[in-house]
Protein backbone atom coordinates (compact mmCIF):
# COMPACT_ATOMS: atom_id res chain seq x y z
CA UNK A 1 0.00 0.00 0.00
CA UNK A 2 1.44 3.37 -1.15
CA UNK A 3 0.80 5.79 1.65
CA UNK A 4 2.10 9.14 -0.02
CA UNK A 5 -0.22 9.37 -3.52
CA UNK A 6 -1.83 12.68 -3.65
CA UNK A 7 -5.51 12.46 -4.47
CA UNK A 8 -6.34 12.50 -8.08
CA UNK A 9 -6.50 15.94 -9.93
CA UNK A 10 -4.57 18.08 -7.10
CA UNK A 11 -1.82 20.51 -7.87
CA UNK A 12 1.57 20.25 -6.87
CA UNK A 13 1.94 22.88 -3.37
CA UNK A 14 3.88 25.27 -5.47
CA UNK A 15 1.03 25.90 -7.64
CA UNK A 16 -1.33 27.13 -4.32
CA UNK A 17 -1.14 31.13 -3.55
CA UNK A 18 -1.26 30.40 0.34
CA UNK A 19 2.24 28.77 0.81
CA UNK A 20 3.96 32.03 -1.07
CA UNK A 21 1.39 34.32 1.27
CA UNK A 22 2.49 32.73 3.99
CA UNK A 23 6.47 32.79 3.25
CA UNK A 24 6.34 36.53 1.89
CA UNK A 25 6.66 37.77 5.79
CA UNK A 26 9.75 36.02 6.51
CA UNK A 27 11.22 36.75 3.00
CA UNK A 28 10.58 40.57 3.94
CA UNK A 29 12.09 40.66 7.44
CA UNK A 30 14.96 38.93 5.59
CA UNK A 31 15.59 41.62 3.26
CA UNK A 32 15.06 44.28 6.08
CA UNK A 33 17.43 42.99 8.13
CA UNK A 34 20.20 42.84 5.69
CA UNK A 35 19.16 46.40 4.60
CA UNK A 36 19.53 47.93 8.22
CA UNK A 37 23.03 45.56 8.75
CA UNK A 38 24.42 47.41 5.37
CA UNK A 39 22.90 50.48 6.52
CA UNK A 40 24.69 50.26 10.18
CA UNK A 41 28.33 48.82 8.83
CA UNK A 42 28.17 51.52 6.12
CA UNK A 43 27.62 55.01 7.99
CA UNK A 44 29.32 56.73 10.46
CA UNK A 45 26.92 57.55 14.04
CA UNK A 46 28.08 61.40 14.06
CA UNK A 47 26.33 61.89 17.84
CA UNK A 48 28.71 59.08 19.63
CA UNK A 49 31.88 60.67 20.79
CA UNK A 50 34.54 57.92 20.94
CA UNK A 51 36.58 59.75 24.64
CA UNK A 52 33.28 60.35 26.57
CA UNK A 53 35.04 59.56 29.34
CA UNK A 54 37.53 62.42 28.64
CA UNK A 55 34.43 64.79 27.88
CA UNK A 56 33.26 63.97 30.79
CA UNK A 57 36.16 64.96 33.50
CA UNK A 58 36.10 68.04 31.40
CA UNK A 59 32.41 69.36 32.35
CA UNK A 60 34.35 70.56 35.81
CA UNK A 61 36.50 72.71 33.94
CA UNK A 62 33.52 73.86 31.90
CA UNK A 63 31.33 75.13 34.90
CA UNK A 64 34.57 77.13 36.07
CA UNK A 65 34.61 78.76 32.35
CA UNK A 66 30.90 79.63 33.06
CA UNK A 67 30.68 80.98 36.29
CA UNK A 68 33.72 83.29 35.35
CA UNK A 69 31.73 84.57 32.24
CA UNK A 70 29.33 85.22 34.96
CA UNK A 71 31.66 86.81 37.25
CA UNK A 72 32.10 88.87 34.22
CA UNK A 73 29.32 89.79 33.43
CA UNK A 74 29.32 88.76 29.51
CA UNK A 75 26.86 88.85 26.96
CA UNK A 76 26.45 88.95 23.30
CA UNK A 77 24.20 89.33 20.47
CA UNK A 78 24.39 87.76 17.22
CA UNK A 79 22.88 88.55 14.14
CA UNK A 80 23.26 86.62 10.47
CA UNK A 81 23.36 88.99 6.91
CA UNK A 82 22.94 86.70 4.28
CA UNK A 83 22.80 88.97 1.36
CA UNK A 84 26.24 90.50 2.56
CA UNK A 85 27.80 87.17 4.18
CA UNK A 86 28.61 88.25 7.43
CA UNK A 87 27.98 87.73 10.83
CA UNK A 88 27.51 90.88 13.00
CA UNK A 89 27.70 90.99 16.95
CA UNK A 90 28.05 92.77 20.18
CA UNK A 91 29.86 91.58 23.36
CA UNK A 92 28.97 93.46 26.47
CA UNK A 93 31.04 93.25 29.54
CA UNK A 94 30.61 94.53 33.24
CA UNK A 95 34.28 94.44 33.74
CA UNK A 96 36.98 95.30 30.75
CA UNK A 97 37.99 91.93 29.27
CA UNK A 98 42.00 90.70 29.06
CA UNK A 99 42.63 89.58 25.97
CA UNK A 100 39.41 91.24 23.27
CA UNK A 101 40.35 88.57 20.85
CA UNK A 102 36.68 86.13 20.97
CA UNK A 103 36.90 82.47 19.37
CA UNK A 104 32.94 82.14 17.66
CA UNK A 105 32.71 78.33 17.08
CA UNK A 106 29.40 77.58 15.37
CA UNK A 107 28.59 73.90 15.79
CA UNK A 108 25.88 72.20 13.57
CA UNK A 109 23.72 69.95 15.65
CA UNK A 110 24.44 66.72 13.87
CA UNK A 111 26.79 67.09 11.38
CA UNK A 112 30.51 68.00 12.61
CA UNK A 113 31.80 68.58 9.18
CA UNK A 114 30.20 71.52 9.02
CA UNK A 115 31.04 73.30 12.29
CA UNK A 116 32.72 76.50 11.98
CA UNK A 117 35.63 78.52 14.06
CA UNK A 118 35.54 82.25 13.13
CA UNK A 119 37.87 84.81 15.03
CA UNK A 120 36.32 87.87 16.11
CA UNK A 121 37.96 91.52 17.91
CA UNK A 122 35.22 93.60 18.81
CA UNK A 123 35.96 97.27 18.72
CA UNK A 124 35.93 99.57 21.34
CA UNK A 125 31.93 99.48 22.28
CA UNK A 126 32.12 96.06 21.77
CA UNK A 127 31.02 95.92 17.94
CA UNK A 128 32.36 93.24 15.09
CA UNK A 129 31.61 91.75 11.66
CA UNK A 130 32.89 88.87 10.67
CA UNK A 131 32.89 87.30 6.96
CA UNK A 132 30.48 84.34 7.37
CA UNK A 133 29.93 82.07 4.17
CA UNK A 134 26.26 80.82 3.82
CA UNK A 135 25.14 79.65 7.00
CA UNK A 136 23.17 76.59 6.68
CA UNK A 137 19.44 76.47 7.62
CA UNK A 138 19.40 74.33 11.34
CA UNK A 139 20.00 74.50 14.49
CA UNK A 140 23.12 75.55 15.67
CA UNK A 141 25.09 75.46 18.95
CA UNK A 142 27.08 78.96 19.93
CA UNK A 143 29.99 78.87 21.74
CA UNK A 144 31.73 81.84 22.56
CA UNK A 145 35.24 81.59 24.10
CA UNK A 146 38.38 84.41 24.81
CA UNK A 147 41.48 83.12 23.51
CA UNK A 148 42.96 82.10 26.69
CA UNK A 149 39.74 79.80 27.03
CA UNK A 150 38.95 81.30 30.49
CA UNK A 151 35.75 81.65 30.20
CA UNK A 152 32.98 80.99 27.92
CA UNK A 153 29.04 81.80 26.53
CA UNK A 154 27.30 79.17 25.29
CA UNK A 155 23.74 78.66 23.93
CA UNK A 156 21.82 77.80 20.87
CA UNK A 157 20.53 79.30 17.55
CA UNK A 158 17.89 77.88 15.25
CA UNK A 159 18.95 80.09 12.26
CA UNK A 160 16.52 81.64 9.94
CA UNK A 161 13.83 81.10 11.91
CA UNK A 162 15.98 83.60 14.72
CA UNK A 163 17.25 85.83 12.96
CA UNK A 164 19.41 87.22 16.40
CA UNK A 165 20.64 85.23 19.27
CA UNK A 166 21.40 86.76 22.38
CA UNK A 167 23.44 84.70 25.17
CA UNK A 168 24.33 86.07 28.82
CA UNK A 169 25.92 84.65 31.39
CA UNK A 170 23.88 83.02 33.67
CA UNK A 171 25.44 83.18 37.62
CA UNK A 172 22.42 80.89 38.85
CA UNK A 173 24.22 77.78 36.75
CA UNK A 174 25.74 75.03 38.87
Known amino acids: MNVNVAPAGASPWYTHRWPWLLMLGPAVV ?10 AFTSQDALVVGDYYKQGK ?12 AALGLSIGLRYDAAQGLLHGHVASAKPLADATLSIRLQHATQPARDM ?16 PMLERSRWQVLVEGMQRDWRLEGA ?11 RADAGKP
Not at 61 to 68: G, K
Not at 157 to 167: F, H, L
Open 30 to 39: AVAGFATSYV
Open 58 to 69: AINQDLRRDRAA
Open 117 to 132: VLMARPDAQGDFSVAL
Open 157 to 167: WQWPSEREVAI
